[in-house]
């Protein structure tokens, strides 16, 4: 059984660390516009991440899919920062960026063979590796 952390999503948000919260406030996620614009930027950065953190990313996403109406899970998928119980089509937002992060939904390994794990360690997240 291999291990799932979902605290390797809050990297693809590590943008939204420098904006007011004004404008996290005034954030429309519902927005079409809003979500293009905010994949393109984690696109940005999970470009930079390595293959054991993209792959935790995918395995991640592709769970939270499969469970997309888990409320837990789901907090997992939207930053704290905006608001979680705006977004009306859960599925269609976390396929929006599945897509958008890998050009595809299919997923190379059975998500039910995964041990979750929600823990940083002191050794915070690499996400270089």
């Known amino acids: 059984m291999k291990s799932l952390n979902f605290?390797?999503?809050?990297?693809?948000y590590e943008f939204l660390l420098g904006k007011s919260d004004e404008w996290l406030e005034s954030f429309d996620i519902k927005s079409a516009?809003?979500?293009a614009d905010l994949i393109e930027k984690m696109k940005i950065v999970f470009s930079k991440f390595g293959p054991t953190s993209k792959a935790n990313v995918v395995r991640g996403l592709h769970?939270?899919?499969?469970?997309?109406?888990d409320d837990c899970l789901w907090r997992k998928a939207i930053p704290h920062d905006l608001p979680l119980d705006l977004v009306v089509d859960r599925k269609a937002y976390l396929e929006k960026i599945i897509l958008g992060l890998t050009g595809s939904?299919?997923?190379?390994?059975g998500v039910e063979n995964f041990l979750l794990i929600d823990e940083?360690?002191?050794?915070?997240?690499n996400y270089s590796e």
Do not use: A, D, K
Request: net charge negative; hydrophobic share 40%.
């Open 33 to 35: 516009t809003n979500q």
């Open 7 to 12: 605290n390797y999503l809050r990297g693809l």
């Open 105 to 109: 939904l299919s997923c190379l390994e």
């Open 63 to 69: 769970f939270m899919l499969i469970n997309y109406s």
């Open 120 to 125: 940083i360690g002191v050794n915070e997240l």
